[in-house]
């Protein structure tokens, strides 16, 4: 068994299939945690979840990249095109509500944590106005969005792109509200930041990007320094497609990235899949 804790097949990329992509997924001994970016694919997520018994799983969250507020231009190809959207301000009670808004007679909630948030500061604002007042909108969202885990007592999903210092040191100075429980999903970055993160006790999901080549980034020897208990794995479908297949990311093509973890830690495929099958029951409390 795998499971998938990052995925969007609550984006329009399934709107035709997702009900043929779950079945494949859950009859392949796949479960799934389906990730919101803004208030209508969070609560996308929601009700997707509900409609299973178990297997499938919600989390819910305002993704920094709409916060931009026209402080960026961003350039619409394939990638963020799911981005393609108006900005949005964190409306906590709304956000509250998709918590309890299970409407199918089901004990507990399907929604396992709050993300993805974070910090995200690849599309950058051209002066340095504006780039102070996008960062500022940035901590002000995760902030108030570390309030509403906190609150309900949920792990907290990260995202992180370019901005790993000034996350860490938002993490540093906000102990109070700093979760227990979290993972920094799809990590890109150096040793040095990997080692912060699991110093905070937090997880560190693995997805298709360890298949790229960016500058300054070694994935090998992130792995490599991630102790087996602290790994996830996850798509991020529609994006990040492995390159053993072509065109649109599922849960099923997470075996690539359990392949290549297996590969690097030099250890059986069905060791990772039990391992980071534990780690995600742990801490989304599955
Ligand atoms: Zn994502």
Redesign the pocket.
């Known amino acids: 068994m795998l499971i998938d804790t990052?995925a969007?097949l609550n984006f329009n990329a399934y709107k035709a299939d997702s009900e043929e992509v779950i079945k494949r997924t859950l009859e392949n001994d796949i479960w799934v945690i389906n990730?919101g970016?803004k208030y209508e694919t969070s609560k996308k997520a929601v009700e997707i979840a509900e409609k299973y018994e178990r297997g499938v799983y919600a989390a819910i969250g305002l993704?920094p990249i709409h916060l931009n507020a026209g402080l960026v231009k961003m350039k619409l190809d394939q990638e963020e095109t799911a981005f393609n959207s108006r900005e949005e301000s964190f409306d906590y009670e709304k956000y509250k509500e998709l918590v309890h808004s299970t409407g199918s007679g089901q004990a507990k909630s399907k929604v396992v944590a709050i993300g993805?948030i974070g910090l995200d500061y690849y599309w950058k604002p051209k002066t340095r106005r504006k780039l102070e007042l996008f960062k500022e909108k940035q901590r002000e969202a995760l902030l108030k969005q570390l309030d509403l885990a906190y609150e309900l007592n949920l792990p907290v999903i990260f995202?992180c792109r370019m901005a790993h210092k000034d996350l860490i040191n938002l993490l540093k100075e906000n102990p109070e509200i700093r979760p227990q429980k979290a993972v920094a999903?799809?990590f890109v970055g150096n040793l040095e930041e990997l080692k912060e993160y699991l110093n905070f006790g937090y997880y560190i999901g693995f997805n298709g990007i360890i298949f790229k080549s960016i500058e300054g980034i070694v994935f090998e020897e992130n792995i490599e320094s991630t102790p087996l208990d602290k790994i996830l794995i996850e798509t991020?479908c529609p994006?990040l497609t492995p390159p053993q297949i072509e065109g649109r990311n599922e849960p099923l093509y997470l075996k690539y990235i359990v392949e290549k973890i297996a590969k690097i830690k030099n250890i059986s495929y069905e060791e990772i899949a039990e391992i980071t099958t534990k780690n995600a029951k742990k801490l989304f409390n599955l």
């Open positions: 990052h969007h990730i970016t993704h993805e995202h999903h799809g991020d994006y």
